[in-house]
Nanobody
């Protein structure tokens, strides 16, 4: 298990930007994949983006491509999500997650460690 803590959420106007960060309290090994998911009110949690800890390969949900960017800092053991051109429909709790097995994935079931989430609210 990896302990994860998200930060950076808040209230922003439509069209604005936010940067979320996720800090891991334990070592992130080279074969891990780190991901971001979100859950909007009344909806199921959905995949946002993921990044391979080694090599930096990324994958995004189609609706986030071009607006969101996932990145990592191996030295600081952190993963970030830069969100631009935010829309009211991006309002959700955003969760950081870790997949501790080899291989990229966008499936929630493949991520075994989760943070508590950080609220992002986009006003119109």
């Amino acid at each position: 298990q990896v302990q994860l803590v998200e930060s950076g959420g808040g209230l922003v106007q439509a069209g604005g930007s936010l940067r979320l960060s996720c800090a891991a309290s334990t070592r992130i090994f080279s074969w891990y994949t780190m991901g971001w998911f979100r859950q909007a009110p009344g909806k199921e949690r959905e995949f946002v983006a993921a990044i391979a800890w080694t090599g930096g390969r990324t994958t995004y949900a189609d609706s986030m491509k071009g607006r969101f960017t996932i990145s990592k800092d191996n030295r600081k053991n952190t993963v970030s999500l830069q969100m631009n051109s935010l829309k009211p429909e991006d309002t959700a709790i955003y969760y950081c997650a870790a997949r501790t097995y080899n291989g990229m994935s966008s499936l929630q079931a493949d991520f075994g460690s989760w943070g508590q989430g950080t609220q992002v609210t986009v006003s119109s």
